[in-house]
């Protein structure tokens, strides 16, 4: 099969048909395709497309083709909101599968879960998201579930007495990681020499590698998006800093060793997905991307792909009625209800526990896998 064209850059929106035929359906996918976040967004398109190609091939649900509408919502907060709409309102879509970012999420959340509409993320880990309502769902295990322990394991492995801390504090995301991350440290009991903040768009990190080196500290704990996180990795080396880097789900891109090269050896990251889980759903999945789209696929990809077919679960249970509002609600009421066996291993929903008592989405119940980075790589950690 050829490989997905590319979407050229100045496009802002794709409708992307699966079949010849009409497609019966409609599913909007909104990511970042464009700009510093289409790191992220291009491989999630590419996990959903091949998972629709796959359940399309098999006769799709209950009879029905799958038709994808996507979207190019560019990482920005604005376009995901004008993205929402015209999904929701004007190509009148079963449900929606992102955005990309947090930020974007927090955005546009709101505008499907007031439309009474499944907004679904593959790769929004921040704390709250689910808090927007009971629309809102995602299968992107959050970095409060993932960094206690990534820290743990790195503490004993390298035996970690002192650490320090850098953030991006204009990010939802990397602001929420250092939120959970601020946490974990304070119950692990692992002290924090200086804690030091950037902003979006900062490229020279040495003013504040300078303080976090004056500490001496076992390890460097980064709230960070992969490039971001790999130019402070680089500096960090120059400036003699040896210390290993311990990271959050920003980190699961190959952007960061595009960058980084060998300068992230030693970094401790966790990811819902592991490439070298041998089960046979994951394996397959793997050749079935490499095939499809001749590179590797990461997390993202893996959790969009596990994404779709879990919706494709929830609509085999249902009987569409042909009345959009009914059918939303439908929809909506059966999601919580799918459990099976993905690429991202065993996997079911459960409520979000909302600050305030209302009633709110549902997040990932799953446990994450360990990577220590060895060689310019990801590579599982066995505890070797």
Same mark, same amino acid.
């Given at each position: 099969m050829p490989k997905l064209p590319t979407i050229?850059?100045?496009?802002?929106?794709?409708?992307?048909? #699966?079949?010849?035929?009409?497609?019966?359906? !409609? =599913?909007? @996918?909104?990511? $970042?395709?464009?700009?510093?976040?289409?790191?992220?967004?291009?491989? /999630? !398109?590419?996990?959903?497309? #091949?998972?629709?190609?796959?359940?399309?091939? +098999?006769?799709?649900?209950?009879?029905? +083709? /799958?038709?994808?509408? =996507?979207?190019?919502?560019?990482?920005?907060?604005?376009?995901? =909101?004008? @993205?929402? +709409?015209?999904? =929701? %309102?004007?190509?009148?879509?079963?449900? /929606? %599968?992102?955005?990309?970012?947090?930020?974007?999420?927090?955005?546009?959340?709101?505008?499907?879960?007031a439309a009474k509409t499944v907004a679904f993320g593959t790769s929004n880990t921040a704390l709250g998201i689910t808090d927007i309502g009971p629309f809102i769902f995602r299968n992107s295990v959050m970095e409060a579930d993932v960094l206690p322990v990534t820290v743990a394991t790195a503490t004993k492995h390298y035996g970690l007495k002192k650490v320090a801390v850098i953030y991006g504090n204009d990010d939802a995301f990397t602001k929420s990681g250092y939120d959970v991350f601020k946490q974990v440290l304070a119950d692990q009991k692992l002290p924090v020499t200086h804690t030091e903040t950037y902003v979006k768009g900062d490229v020279d990190f040495k003013a504040q590698l300078t303080k976090i080196k004056s500490g001496a500290p076992d390890a460097i704990v980064c709230s960070c998006l992969a490039e971001e996180a790999a130019n402070i990795m680089l500096q960090a080396r120059s400036l003699g800093i040896n210390a290993p880097f311990i990271g959050g789900n920003g980190f699961n891109s190959p952007k960061l060793f595009e960058i980084s090269r060998q300068a992230g050896n030693g970094t401790f990251v966790g990811s819902p997905w592991a490439n070298t889980n041998p089960s046979p759903v994951n394996q397959n999945f793997i050749a079935a991307y490499k095939k499809r789209f001749d590179s590797d696929p990461n997390q993202f990809a893996a959790q969009a792909y596990d994404a779709l077919y879990t919706a494709a679960a929830a609509l085999k249970t249902i009987k569409?009625?042909?009345? #959009?509002?009914?059918?939303?609600?439908?929809? !909506?009421? $059966?999601?919580? +209800?799918?459990?099976?066996?993905? @690429?991202?291993?065993?996997f079911k929903f459960r409520p979000a526990k909302t600050k305030d008592g209302r009633p709110g989405g549902f997040d990932a119940d799953q446990k994450p896998f360990i990577y220590i980075v060895q060689s310019g790589k990801f590579t599982l950690y066995t505890g070797k």
């Amino acid at each position: 099969m050829p490989k997905l064209p590319t979407i050229p850059l100045v496009l802002a929106a794709l409708t992307f048909s #699966l079949s010849a035929q009409a497609a019966d359906l !409609r =599913i909007g @996918v909104a990511h $970042a395709l464009s700009g510093g976040a289409a790191q992220y967004g291009t491989t /999630i !398109r590419n996990g959903f497309v #091949l998972a629709a190609e796959e359940i399309n091939a +098999k006769g799709g649900i209950n009879g029905d +083709k /799958i038709q994808l509408i =996507i979207e190019d919502e560019q990482g920005k907060k604005e376009e995901a =909101i004008n @993205v929402f +709409k015209k999904l =929701i %309102f004007q190509d009148k879509v079963l449900m /929606i %599968f992102g955005p990309t970012l947090s930020n974007s999420m927090f955005a546009a959340g709101p505008v499907a879960n007031a439309a009474k509409t499944v907004a679904f993320g593959t790769s929004n880990t921040a704390l709250g998201i689910t808090d927007i309502g009971p629309f809102i769902f995602r299968n992107s295990v959050m970095e409060a579930d993932v960094l206690p322990v990534t820290v743990a394991t790195a503490t004993k492995h390298y035996g970690l007495k002192k650490v320090a801390v850098i953030y991006g504090n204009d990010d939802a995301f990397t602001k929420s990681g250092y939120d959970v991350f601020k946490q974990v440290l304070a119950d692990q009991k692992l002290p924090v020499t200086h804690t030091e903040t950037y902003v979006k768009g900062d490229v020279d990190f040495k003013a504040q590698l300078t303080k976090i080196k004056s500490g001496a500290p076992d390890a460097i704990v980064c709230s960070c998006l992969a490039e971001e996180a790999a130019n402070i990795m680089l500096q960090a080396r120059s400036l003699g800093i040896n210390a290993p880097f311990i990271g959050g789900n920003g980190f699961n891109s190959p952007k960061l060793f595009e960058i980084s090269r060998q300068a992230g050896n030693g970094t401790f990251v966790g990811s819902p997905w592991a490439n070298t889980n041998p089960s046979p759903v994951n394996q397959n999945f793997i050749a079935a991307y490499k095939k499809r789209f001749d590179s590797d696929p990461n997390q993202f990809a893996a959790q969009a792909y596990d994404a779709l077919y879990t919706a494709a679960a929830a609509l085999k249970t249902i009987k569409l009625s042909g009345n #959009l509002e009914t059918d939303r609600q439908a929809l !909506r009421d $059966a999601l919580p +209800k799918v459990s099976f066996e993905g @690429v991202t291993g065993p996997f079911k929903f459960r409520p979000a526990k909302t600050k305030d008592g209302r009633p709110g989405g549902f997040d990932a119940d799953q446990k994450p896998f360990i990577y220590i980075v060895q060689s310019g790589k990801f590579t599982l950690y066995t505890g070797k």
